[in-house]
């Protein structure tokens, strides 16, 4: 017996041993875990438990200048999946059946049919948004559009961005589904217990309440583009944020972004939020733009241009226009209409594929913003700018008479010697006034006549002269007076894509025809023909200068800036780019002329009289080459006319102008009939009359 007991003995020992050396080893490890690794393991628990969010920062909002709201902020639900907060699978389940199964509930949630979008228009050609007609305005929708719908991701593009996450990130939200609606969002959040790791974010998106009334002023929003990703970063952009891509969202994206806030949130087992956690870092808004733009006036202008466009009785039926509006005090831009417009709120969710195909494949380009970016001859309200030069270069004084006459014949013709057979009068060409088709002439006036009539041939002569008759300016003149009257170079507006526009010269022919100058050529600039160009922001600004006797000031859209709390940080003073060198006298020459196309018995714009308002202005018609039957010949009508635009640029009241108004009717027909009602209506307005302006059945003389 004693043997087996002393085996007995010896197993309890070694029992004894091994537990003493489990009991040592799990002491060393609990005393490692404890006191050398505790405050690793405490703080990879707490980075479990508590986790630094972001919080957007409000972007600025934008006002016009009696405080309607342009742009602004509006609530958009996006479903994120966290992978470190999904659930583990258990072990007796295949690996991955939990999170299949959580996307599984989630897809399906997601998959319930909600009430049908609502449908936009789409700005095809000349479309007014639904949002114009909630504040007022026209809805004219050409063709309808479906609203962006939500966007969820494939089901296969999240399991792997998933298994990407466990790998290195999984604290990184994986996006599911963007732009959900309302009430789909409401059954994600009821079924939370379900839907372990899956969260739902609220992230602002931008809400453009005067739509296709702005768009091309106040522009639209999307993600950084790859181009300048490298830029962004920089500043502290992240490559998902959404930035200004148009418009004054562009021009003033620092001013509108804001910045993050940073708080730290405590989170439960499937990382739900518990509570706040310190002191958060709160977001510091974006500034708000305050504009000098009348949204009311702005409505008015694009009505009546829109009316103007679908009545227009042009070459063929005209589908673009722009009215421009200015301070002539400061610069101050009141409206400025490019039409076709489109919604800017087609893009705040992202552009459909539909939405974006229709709006590139227009061709009037709804996206462009004629009003600063095309360049057209602006014609006959070009002659306010060489009737100042003539009487600043002294060619001609108030009582100069020239005209149609030189040749003993008033029939609105001038023949000009072929300059290689001056000789040969055979070979004279032929310039026409606009009145020649009425079978007569302007005969001798002056220049206040000139203008007010609106007489080719008198500037023809003003500009290149006639034979020994008269010493006209020349173009080198007249092209350093059409650029110190801001032509041939961008205004300087904020707002991306202006144009420079063209003001030639013998070099420049040269260059780019190979040809050499010609006194045609200078014949025809001095109409506003041949190759000058300008946009019709240059030309409304070149008004202003007149009416406000010689300043050229920078367009500006911004008036003032405020914080999110409405204190000014920042105001804008007007910008003097130059005084004109004219004289004053020699302008209120000119002035008096535009008086008279308006006010006098023979003037071209007798439409644009309003009751008790003096108005000065001046028309323009101006040819154009068109070529659609791709023949390589000038398009004309059956009476061999060419296409004309539609000018018109006005200011008032005279004595003290307070508004300067310049209407472009591309492919219009003339200036007289098409666009100087657009802006009587306009000016109507503007002055708050309620006699209605002079109507298109008003008896006028003939127009240019």
């Not at 004629?370 to 360049?375: P, S, Y």
């Not at 004289?583 to 023979?602: C, F, H, I, K, S």
């Amino acid at each position: 017996m004693k043997p087996t007991r002393n085996r007995a003995q010896g197993r309890l020992i070694i029992l004894r041993l091994i537990i003493s050396l489990a009991v040592l080893v799990l002491s060393g490890r609990l005393w490692q875990l404890q006191m050398v690794d505790g405050e690793t393991y405490r703080v990879l628990a707490d980075q479990n438990r508590f986790r630094e969010v972001d919080v957007a920062a409000p972007r600025g909002v934008i006002y016009d200048r009696n405080g309607q709201i342009l742009a602004r902020n509006q609530p958009s639900f996006t479903v994120v999946v966290v992978p470190a907060d999904l659930p583990e699978d258990r072990v007796d389940q295949e690996p991955g059946a939990v999170t299949a199964a959580v996307i599984d509930r989630l897809l399906e949630l997601l998959a319930r049919p909600q009430d049908a979008a609502p449908v936009q228009p789409t700005p095809t050609p000349a479309a007014i948004s639904q949002s114009d007609a909630a504040l007022g305005g026209p809805a004219v929708p050409i063709m309808a559009i479906p609203d962006r719908q939500p966007w969820i991701r494939p089901r296969a593009e999240i399991e792997q961005a998933i298994q990407d996450g466990q790998l290195g990130g999984a604290y990184r939200p994986v996006t599911v589904a963007t732009h959900i609606k309302a009430p789909t969002a409401f059954l994600v959040a009821e079924d939370a217990v379900n839907l372990p790791g899956v969260e739902l974010v609220l992230e602002p998106i931008r809400d453009y309440p005067s739509g296709a009334l702005t768009s091309h002023i106040i522009g639209y929003m999307g993600h950084v583009p790859e181009s300048e990703l490298a830029a962004y970063t920089a500043r502290g952009y992240s490559q998902n944020d959404q930035v200004g891509l148009t418009g004054l969202e562009a021009t003033y994206e620092e001013e509108l972004h804001g910045k993050d806030g940073l708080q730290t949130i405590e989170v439960d087992v499937n990382g739900r939020k518990i509570r706040t956690v310190g002191e958060p870092e709160p977001a510091s808004p974006g500034n708000n733009l305050m504009l000098t733009l009348d949204l009311n006036l702005q409505r008015a202008a694009t009505e009546a241009l829109q009316d103007a466009l679908d009545g227009s009785q042009g070459f063929t039926k005209a589908t673009q226009g722009v009215v421009v509006a200015l301070n002539p005090r400061d610069g101050a831009v009141l409206a400025l209409v490019s039409l076709p417009s489109y919604d800017n709120n087609l893009f705040a969710k992202g552009v459909t594929t539909e939405a974006w195909h229709a709006l590139t494949s227009d061709p009037d380009r709804p996206l462009f913003n004629h009003a600063i970016g095309g360049v057209y001859p602006p014609g006959s309200i070009f002659k306010i700018i060489v009737a100042a030069a003539g009487l600043q270069e002294n060619v001609l004084t108030t009582r100069t008479r020239l005209g149609d006459g030189f040749d003993g014949n008033n029939d609105g013709i001038i023949w000009l010697p072929n300059e290689s057979y001056p000789w040969d009068r055979t070979k004279d060409q032929a310039f026409y006034s606009w009145i020649h088709k009425y079978g007569y002439g302007h005969g001798f006036v002056t220049i206040r006549d000139a203008l007010a009539v609106s007489d080719d041939i008198f500037f023809y002569q003003l500009g290149g002269g006639y034979l020994d008759k008269f010493h006209g300016l020349g173009s080198e003149a007249i092209g350093y007076y059409a650029r110190e009257f801001g032509l041939g170079q961008t205004t300087g507006i904020e707002l991306p894509g202006e144009s420079r526009g063209l003001v030639p010269d013998p070099k420049w022919k040269r260059l780019n025809w190979a040809e050499n100058w010609l006194t045609g050529d200078t014949y025809n600039m001095s109409i506003g023909q041949g190759f000058v160009l300008a946009t019709p922001l240059q030309m409304a600004n070149a008004t202003a200068a007149v009416a406000n006797r010689g300043f050229v000031y920078q367009p500006q859209l911004v008036d003032h800036v405020t914080d999110a709390e409405g204190n000014v940080v920042r105001t804008f003073e007007p910008i003097l780019i130059r005084e004109a060198p004219v004289d004053p006298d020699n302008l209120d020459t000119v002035r008096e002329g535009m008086y008279g196309a308006v006010n006098w018995p023979n003037g071209t714009a007798p439409r644009a009289q309003l009751p008790g308002i003096a108005v000065a202005g001046k028309t323009g018609t101006a040819e154009y080459f068109r070529d659609e039957d791709n023949d390589n010949q000038a398009d004309r009508d059956e009476k061999g006319n060419l296409p004309t635009h539609a000018w018109f640029t006005a200011f008032a009241p005279y004595v003290d102008p307070e508004i300067v108004v310049t209407v472009f009717i591309a492919n219009g027909g003339e200036g007289s009939t098409a666009a100087v009602p657009v802006a009587a209506r306009i000016l109507q307005t503007y002055f708050q009359l309620d006699v209605p302006a002079q109507t298109a059945e008003t008896p006028t003389a003939p127009g240019d």
